[in-house]
């Protein structure tokens, strides 16, 4: 069992920054894939991004790509979203989440532990 914990979240301007954090605990996340989701007020929860196991290889959403890099520390269990030049269509709750594999994992489906989500607002 693995326990989410989603941090870094909050109100910002738009064209500004934030950075999530999420930090897992009961058991090591180095042998997995892992993302960050989103959900929007009335709409469906998305994919983010994905990173593989090592770090090396990611995957964004085309509405995020250029704008959010993620990232992972797997010596301190955690992984990260550094989200740049925030616009309003950015607000929602940011999930992260684990895989069943060690690969890029695109779909809701492929993750078997989830936070319990960070609020985003980004204000015009």
């Known amino acids: 069992q693995v326990h989410l914990v989603e941090s870094g979240g909050g109100l910002v301007q738009a064209g500004g920054s934030l950075r999530l954090s999420c930090a897992a605990s009961g058991r090591n996340i180095s042998n997995y894939a892992m993302g960050w989701f989103r959900q929007g007020p009335g709409k469906e929860r998305e994919f983010v991004a994905t990173i593989g196991y090592t770090g090396r290889f990611t995957n964004y959403a085309d509405s995020v790509k250029g704008r959010f890099t993620i990232s992972r520390d797997n010596a301190k269990n955690a992984v990260y979203l550094q989200m740049n030049s925030l616009i309003p269509e950015d607000t929602a709750v940011y999930y992260c989440?684990?895989?069943?594999?060690?690969?890029?994992?695109?779909?809701?489906?492929?993750?078997?532990?989830w936070g319990q989500g960070s609020q985003v607002t980004v204000s015009s």
């Open positions: 989440a684990q895989a069943y594999s060690s690969g890029l994992s695109l779909k809701i489906s492929d993750y078997i532990y």
